[in-house]
């Protein structure tokens, strides 16, 4: 079980190397960006626990602490104002998944009402930039 997940984790990390040397290739056309969030982790075996439903207050971090990946094309830091390196600099920080509709939201520059900058990780590097 242990080696078939840990070929998931290779094959998705394959596959977004692949989209972003993609979308390498595409930037003189458009302004590119790849953000990828896993739903959730999994549980292989910690504890006799082999599974990934336990509610979150009982869940171990194992199956809470996920990989948020973002890239974004020079173009797209020009266009958006927002740096991978600001972006690295605030990778310790704590975020969940309630970040993720409101970080895509800004990094599209969506207007909307329901949108929330304090769930925005990537606002603070727009004002910055």
């Known amino acids: 079980m242990v080696n078939a ?18 979308m390498r ?4 056309a458009s302004a590119t960006a790849l953000v990828y969030l896993s739903d959730h982790g999994e549980s292989l075996g910690e504890n006799n626990l082999y599974l990934h439903g336990l509610p979150y207050r009982m869940a171990p971090d194992v199956q809470k602490r996920v990989p948020w990946v973002t890239w974004l094309s020079p173009r797209f830091e020009q266009q958006s104002g927002v740096t991978v390196a600001c972006l690295k600099a605030k990778a310790d920080e704590r975020a969940s998944h309630d970040h993720y509709f409101h970080t895509a939201l800004g990094l599209l520059g969506v207007q909307t009402q329901v949108y929330r900058p304090q769930l925005d990780l990537s606002a603070s590097c727009r004002a910055a930039g």
């Open 25 to 28: 290739t595409h930037d003189a």
């Open 5 to 22: 997940y840990d070929n998931t984790i290779l094959y998705t990390d394959h596959f977004l190397a692949q989209a972003i040397d993609w």
